[in-house]
Protein backbone atom coordinates (compact mmCIF):
# COMPACT_ATOMS: atom_id res chain seq x y z
CA UNK A 1 0.00 0.00 0.00
CA UNK A 2 0.81 3.64 -0.53
CA UNK A 3 0.08 5.35 2.80
CA UNK A 4 -0.71 8.96 3.62
CA UNK A 5 0.09 9.65 7.75
CA UNK A 6 -0.81 13.22 9.10
CA UNK A 7 1.33 13.89 11.96
CA UNK A 8 3.89 11.35 11.15
CA UNK A 9 7.03 13.24 12.41
CA UNK A 10 5.48 12.47 15.74
CA UNK A 11 5.53 10.05 18.90
CA UNK A 12 2.97 7.89 17.29
CA UNK A 13 2.97 8.72 13.52
CA UNK A 14 7.10 8.18 13.39
CA UNK A 15 6.76 4.72 15.11
CA UNK A 16 3.95 4.00 12.85
CA UNK A 17 6.26 5.21 9.51
CA UNK A 18 8.58 3.19 10.84
CA UNK A 19 6.46 -0.57 11.22
CA UNK A 20 4.66 0.19 7.90
CA UNK A 21 7.80 0.67 5.89
CA UNK A 22 9.02 -2.81 7.63
CA UNK A 23 5.75 -4.21 5.95
CA UNK A 24 7.11 -3.57 2.79
CA UNK A 25 4.22 -0.50 2.40
CA UNK A 26 5.22 3.13 0.44
CA UNK A 27 4.68 6.31 3.52
CA UNK A 28 4.35 9.81 2.74
CA UNK A 29 5.21 11.25 6.29
CA UNK A 30 2.94 14.85 6.45
CA UNK A 31 3.66 16.89 9.35
CA UNK A 32 3.95 21.06 10.33
CA UNK A 33 6.22 20.36 12.99
CA UNK A 34 4.27 22.21 15.53
CA UNK A 35 5.13 19.41 18.29
CA UNK A 36 6.74 16.55 15.52
CA UNK A 37 10.19 16.79 14.86
CA UNK A 38 12.58 15.87 12.65
CA UNK A 39 14.73 13.59 14.50
CA UNK A 40 12.42 11.85 14.72
CA UNK A 41 12.33 10.97 11.55
CA UNK A 42 15.73 11.28 10.35
CA UNK A 43 16.82 7.82 9.97
CA UNK A 44 14.36 7.18 7.32
CA UNK A 45 15.41 10.13 5.00
CA UNK A 46 17.30 7.50 2.74
CA UNK A 47 14.43 5.73 2.69
CA UNK A 48 13.54 5.66 -1.21
CA UNK A 49 9.82 4.38 -0.13
CA UNK A 50 9.72 7.65 2.89
CA UNK A 51 8.61 10.88 2.09
CA UNK A 52 8.10 13.82 4.23
CA UNK A 53 5.76 16.80 3.52
CA UNK A 54 5.86 19.77 5.42
CA UNK A 55 2.66 20.78 5.44
CA UNK A 56 -0.43 22.07 7.74
CA UNK A 57 -3.40 19.68 7.03
CA UNK A 58 -5.52 22.57 8.31
CA UNK A 59 -5.38 23.89 4.70
CA UNK A 60 -6.03 22.02 1.84
CA UNK A 61 -4.14 18.47 1.30
CA UNK A 62 -2.90 17.72 -2.17
CA UNK A 63 -0.76 14.57 -2.74
CA UNK A 64 0.58 13.69 -6.13
CA UNK A 65 -0.14 10.07 -7.69
CA UNK A 66 -2.71 7.39 -6.03
CA UNK A 67 -2.97 6.39 -2.30
CA UNK A 68 -4.60 3.31 -0.67
CA UNK A 69 -4.98 5.10 3.15
CA UNK A 70 -4.85 8.12 4.67
CA UNK A 71 -3.82 7.72 8.44
CA UNK A 72 -4.80 11.17 10.70
CA UNK A 73 -2.67 11.79 13.45
CA UNK A 74 -2.05 15.56 13.32
CA UNK A 75 -2.16 16.95 16.13
CA UNK A 76 -0.76 18.55 19.31
CA UNK A 77 -1.55 15.81 21.98
CA UNK A 78 0.10 16.42 25.51
CA UNK A 79 -1.46 17.76 28.33
CA UNK A 80 0.82 21.43 28.02
CA UNK A 81 -0.64 21.29 24.62
CA UNK A 82 -4.30 21.62 26.21
CA UNK A 83 -3.19 25.30 27.39
CA UNK A 84 -0.19 26.13 25.21
CA UNK A 85 -2.14 25.22 21.82
CA UNK A 86 -5.74 25.05 22.39
CA UNK A 87 -6.74 26.44 19.03
CA UNK A 88 -4.25 24.59 17.17
CA UNK A 89 -6.06 21.63 18.35
CA UNK A 90 -9.33 22.01 17.34
CA UNK A 91 -8.51 23.33 14.14
CA UNK A 92 -6.57 19.97 13.44
CA UNK A 93 -9.63 18.40 14.55
CA UNK A 94 -11.87 20.26 12.53
CA UNK A 95 -10.28 21.91 9.81
CA UNK A 96 -7.37 18.61 9.85
CA UNK A 97 -10.09 15.88 9.35
CA UNK A 98 -12.26 17.27 7.42
CA UNK A 99 -9.05 18.36 4.71
CA UNK A 100 -7.56 14.37 5.33
CA UNK A 101 -11.46 12.66 5.10
CA UNK A 102 -12.18 14.74 1.87
CA UNK A 103 -8.33 13.48 0.21
CA UNK A 104 -9.30 9.93 1.02
CA UNK A 105 -13.01 10.50 -0.85
CA UNK A 106 -11.09 12.08 -3.70
CA UNK A 107 -8.92 9.18 -3.54
CA UNK A 108 -11.43 6.69 -2.82
CA UNK A 109 -8.74 5.72 -0.03
CA UNK A 110 -9.36 4.03 3.26
CA UNK A 111 -9.20 6.03 6.16
CA UNK A 112 -8.09 6.00 9.83
CA UNK A 113 -8.45 8.36 12.15
CA UNK A 114 -6.61 8.14 15.77
CA UNK A 115 -9.24 9.09 18.43
CA UNK A 116 -8.18 9.44 21.84
CA UNK A 117 -9.28 7.93 24.87
CA UNK A 118 -9.94 11.75 26.24
CA UNK A 119 -13.55 11.60 24.35
CA UNK A 120 -14.27 9.89 27.62
CA UNK A 121 -13.58 12.84 29.84
CA UNK A 122 -13.34 11.85 33.37
CA UNK A 123 -14.80 8.65 33.39
CA UNK A 124 -17.58 7.58 35.16
CA UNK A 125 -17.58 4.17 34.60
CA UNK A 126 -14.14 1.82 34.81
CA UNK A 127 -12.87 0.18 32.45
CA UNK A 128 -13.89 2.14 29.37
CA UNK A 129 -16.34 0.88 26.96
CA UNK A 130 -16.57 1.78 23.42
CA UNK A 131 -20.41 2.45 23.82
CA UNK A 132 -19.82 4.65 26.74
CA UNK A 133 -20.71 8.01 25.81
CA UNK A 134 -18.58 10.17 28.36
CA UNK A 135 -18.13 12.80 31.01
CA UNK A 136 -16.30 15.72 29.37
CA UNK A 137 -16.56 19.32 30.28
CA UNK A 138 -16.39 21.33 26.69
CA UNK A 139 -15.06 24.58 28.40
CA UNK A 140 -12.72 22.79 30.94
CA UNK A 141 -9.06 22.85 30.34
CA UNK A 142 -8.74 19.42 28.52
CA UNK A 143 -12.15 20.76 26.56
CA UNK A 144 -10.03 21.66 23.63
CA UNK A 145 -8.45 18.18 22.77
CA UNK A 146 -11.60 16.42 23.97
CA UNK A 147 -14.16 17.78 22.01
CA UNK A 148 -11.22 17.94 18.82
CA UNK A 149 -11.68 14.52 18.97
CA UNK A 150 -15.25 14.26 19.64
CA UNK A 151 -15.74 16.03 16.33
CA UNK A 152 -13.18 14.26 14.47
CA UNK A 153 -15.36 10.81 15.29
CA UNK A 154 -18.25 12.33 14.28
CA UNK A 155 -17.11 13.70 11.25
CA UNK A 156 -15.79 10.86 10.07
CA UNK A 157 -18.78 8.40 10.54
CA UNK A 158 -20.63 11.11 8.79
CA UNK A 159 -18.04 10.94 6.06
CA UNK A 160 -18.69 6.85 6.34
CA UNK A 161 -22.57 6.61 6.16
CA UNK A 162 -22.83 9.68 3.47
CA UNK A 163 -19.82 9.45 1.10
CA UNK A 164 -19.28 5.50 2.07
CA UNK A 165 -16.10 6.37 2.89
CA UNK A 166 -14.54 2.95 4.35
CA UNK A 167 -13.56 4.67 8.13
CA UNK A 168 -11.43 2.86 11.10
CA UNK A 169 -11.75 4.65 13.99
CA UNK A 170 -8.95 4.06 17.03
CA UNK A 171 -9.25 5.28 20.73
CA UNK A 172 -5.66 5.62 21.84
CA UNK A 173 -5.23 5.01 25.50
CA UNK A 174 -2.21 6.07 27.59
CA UNK A 175 0.89 4.80 25.57
CA UNK A 176 4.94 5.40 26.35
CA UNK A 177 8.13 4.19 25.14
CA UNK A 178 10.98 5.89 22.74
CA UNK A 179 10.96 9.67 21.08
CA UNK A 180 8.12 11.17 23.48
CA UNK A 181 9.10 14.65 24.60
CA UNK A 182 9.99 15.17 27.50
CA UNK A 183 8.15 18.04 28.53
CA UNK A 184 5.30 17.45 27.21
CA UNK A 185 3.47 16.71 30.64
CA UNK A 186 2.68 13.00 30.35
CA UNK A 187 3.40 11.38 33.60
CA UNK A 188 6.09 8.83 32.24
CA UNK A 189 8.40 10.90 30.19
CA UNK A 190 8.37 13.94 33.20
CA UNK A 191 8.66 11.15 35.98
CA UNK A 192 12.07 9.66 33.89
CA UNK A 193 13.44 13.19 32.77
CA UNK A 194 13.24 14.38 36.69
CA UNK A 195 14.14 10.62 37.74
CA UNK A 196 17.35 10.72 35.95
CA UNK A 197 18.19 13.91 36.65
CA UNK A 198 17.50 13.14 40.40
CA UNK A 199 14.68 16.29 40.28
CA UNK A 200 11.51 16.01 42.89
CA UNK A 201 8.74 13.90 41.34
CA UNK A 202 5.82 15.80 40.69
CA UNK A 203 2.75 13.83 42.04
CA UNK A 204 -0.73 15.24 41.62
CA UNK A 205 -3.42 15.07 44.05
CA UNK A 206 -2.51 12.18 46.51
CA UNK A 207 -1.32 10.14 43.49
CA UNK A 208 -4.22 7.43 43.65
CA UNK A 209 -5.64 8.37 40.22
CA UNK A 210 -5.34 5.42 38.20
CA UNK A 211 -3.95 5.11 34.27
CA UNK A 212 -3.05 2.39 31.97
CA UNK A 213 0.17 2.42 29.90
CA UNK A 214 0.55 0.40 26.62
CA UNK A 215 3.78 -0.03 24.87
CA UNK A 216 4.24 1.99 21.91
CA UNK A 217 5.36 -1.28 19.58
CA UNK A 218 1.73 -3.30 21.05
CA UNK A 219 -0.64 -0.29 20.37
CA UNK A 220 1.41 0.26 16.65
CA UNK A 221 0.50 -3.58 15.88
CA UNK A 222 -2.94 -3.03 16.94
CA UNK A 223 -2.91 0.15 14.87
CA UNK A 224 -2.10 -2.13 11.95
CA UNK A 225 -4.88 -4.84 12.45
CA UNK A 226 -7.11 -1.80 12.62
CA UNK A 227 -6.28 -1.05 9.43
CA UNK A 228 -6.70 -4.12 7.75
CA UNK A 229 -9.56 -5.38 9.40
CA UNK A 230 -13.50 -4.75 8.20
CA UNK A 231 -14.27 -2.67 10.79
CA UNK A 232 -15.89 0.89 11.03
CA UNK A 233 -16.95 0.95 14.69
CA UNK A 234 -14.70 2.89 17.13
CA UNK A 235 -12.09 0.37 19.01
CA UNK A 236 -10.43 0.89 22.07
CA UNK A 237 -6.05 0.13 21.99
CA UNK A 238 -4.41 0.37 25.44
CA UNK A 239 -3.53 -2.01 28.04
CA UNK A 240 -5.95 -2.57 30.45
CA UNK A 241 -3.02 -3.52 33.26
CA UNK A 242 -4.24 -0.57 35.95
CA UNK A 243 -1.58 1.29 38.14
CA UNK A 244 -1.98 4.45 40.40
CA UNK A 245 0.59 6.82 39.60
CA UNK A 246 1.95 6.82 43.18
CA UNK A 247 2.93 3.60 42.33
CA UNK A 248 4.61 4.27 38.71
CA UNK A 249 6.30 7.15 40.74
CA UNK A 250 7.87 4.11 42.82
CA UNK A 251 8.73 2.08 40.21
CA UNK A 252 10.31 4.55 38.19
CA UNK A 253 12.66 5.40 41.05
CA UNK A 254 13.22 1.98 41.33
CA UNK A 255 14.36 1.26 37.93
CA UNK A 256 16.33 4.56 37.40
CA UNK A 257 17.69 3.76 41.33
CA UNK A 258 17.08 7.53 41.72
CA UNK A 259 17.35 9.81 44.90
CA UNK A 260 14.46 11.80 43.79
CA UNK A 261 12.32 12.84 46.48
CA UNK A 262 8.40 13.07 45.67
CA UNK A 263 6.20 16.09 46.08
CA UNK A 264 2.85 16.61 46.19
CA UNK A 265 1.06 19.61 43.95
CA UNK A 266 -2.99 20.21 43.58
CA UNK A 267 -5.01 18.11 41.04
CA UNK A 268 -5.19 20.20 37.74
CA UNK A 269 -8.79 20.69 36.67
CA UNK A 270 -10.96 18.07 34.93
CA UNK A 271 -8.03 15.29 35.52
CA UNK A 272 -9.65 12.24 34.75
CA UNK A 273 -9.54 10.03 37.89
CA UNK A 274 -9.86 6.86 36.50
CA UNK A 275 -8.55 5.73 32.80
CA UNK A 276 -8.21 2.09 31.88
CA UNK A 277 -9.85 0.53 28.73
CA UNK A 278 -12.01 -2.29 28.06
CA UNK A 279 -10.45 -4.25 25.08
CA UNK A 280 -12.93 -6.62 24.22
CA UNK A 281 -13.72 -5.46 20.86
CA UNK A 282 -10.03 -5.19 20.19
CA UNK A 283 -9.42 -8.77 21.21
CA UNK A 284 -12.79 -10.12 19.42
CA UNK A 285 -12.77 -8.17 16.08
CA UNK A 286 -8.95 -7.96 15.82
CA UNK A 287 -7.42 -10.50 18.03
CA UNK A 288 -5.06 -8.16 19.53
CA UNK A 289 -3.64 -8.31 23.16
CA UNK A 290 -1.09 -5.85 24.36
CA UNK A 291 2.09 -8.34 24.81
CA UNK A 292 4.97 -5.85 26.82
CA UNK A 293 4.80 -5.95 30.88
CA UNK A 294 4.87 -2.52 32.10
CA UNK A 295 8.73 -2.82 34.01
CA UNK A 296 9.84 -3.98 30.11
CA UNK A 297 8.48 -1.23 28.88
CA UNK A 298 9.45 1.37 31.38
CA UNK A 299 13.37 -0.09 31.29
CA UNK A 300 13.39 0.27 27.20
CA UNK A 301 11.99 3.56 28.11
CA UNK A 302 14.24 4.73 30.78
CA UNK A 303 17.25 3.87 28.51
CA UNK A 304 16.20 5.68 25.63
CA UNK A 305 15.31 8.75 27.88
CA UNK A 306 19.05 8.42 29.27
CA UNK A 307 20.98 8.22 26.07
CA UNK A 308 18.65 11.15 24.94
CA UNK A 309 19.25 13.26 28.21
CA UNK A 310 23.15 12.60 27.76
CA UNK A 311 23.50 13.87 23.87
CA UNK A 312 21.42 17.08 24.73
CA UNK A 313 23.46 17.99 27.73
CA UNK A 314 26.95 17.22 25.07
CA UNK A 315 25.52 19.17 22.51
CA UNK A 316 24.48 22.27 25.10
CA UNK A 317 28.58 22.09 26.05
CA UNK A 318 29.73 22.10 22.76
Known amino acids: MKVLITGGAGFLGSHLCDFLLSQGHAVICMDNLITGSRTNIEHLRDNKSFTFVEHNVTEHIHVDGKIDYVLHFASPASPVDFLRLPIQILKAGALGT??????????????????????????????????????????????????????????????????????????????????MRKDDGRVIPTFITQALNNEPLTLFGEGSQTRSFCYISDLIEGIYQLMLSNTNEPVNLGNPEEIAIVDLADKILEITRSKSDVVYKPLP???????????????????????????????????????YLASFIAEKEL
Open 98 to 179: HNALGLAKAQEAKFLLASSSEVYGDALVNPQKEEYWGNVNPIGQRGAYDESKRFAEALTVAYHRQHGIDTRIVRIFNTYGPR
Open 269 to 307: EGDPKVRRPDITRAREVLGWNPRVRLNEGLMKTIEWFGN
